[in-house]
């Protein structure tokens, strides 16, 4: 089955920096896009960021870009998101998603908050 562990969440100052790392396992990764996904207390998931099976292409939210990179790793089976440049707004949990067959995988989620 379809498996994440997320990690590197935690709490940052604001112009700071965090890497988030997401272990994938219980399908073929290196054949599937991956993405990050956010949510903030009260809002609505958003789509983060986007990476092509091989990672030769991505998409990102408007919000983001220019601040987050998202990057995989297809021997380590592991998608990353480097976050610069953190605000407050970017305070959320973060998730891991793959659409497989037309359903919605994700991980357990890792918490960001950005705050002084």
């Known amino acids: 089955q379809v498996q994440f562990v997320e990690s590197g969440g935690g709490l940052v100052q604001p112009g700071g920096s965090l890497r988030l790392s997401c272990a994938a396992s219980?399908?073929?990764?290196?054949?599937?896009?991956m993405s990050w996904y956010r949510q903030a207390p009260g809002k609505e998931r958003e789509l983060v960021a986007t990476i092509t099976s091989t990672g030769g292409s991505t998409n990102y939210a408007d919000s983001v870009k220019g601040r987050f990179t998202i990057s995989r790793d297809n021997a380590k089976n592991t998608v990353y998101l480097q976050m610069n440049s953190l605000k407050a707004e970017d305070t959320a949990v973060y998730y891991c998603?793959?659409?497989?067959?037309?359903?919605?995988?994700w991980g357990q989620g890792t918490q960001v908050t950005v705050s002084s």
């Open positions: 998603n793959v659409v497989r067959y037309r359903e919605n995988y």
């Open positions: 219980g399908f073929p990764f290196s054949s599937y896009a």
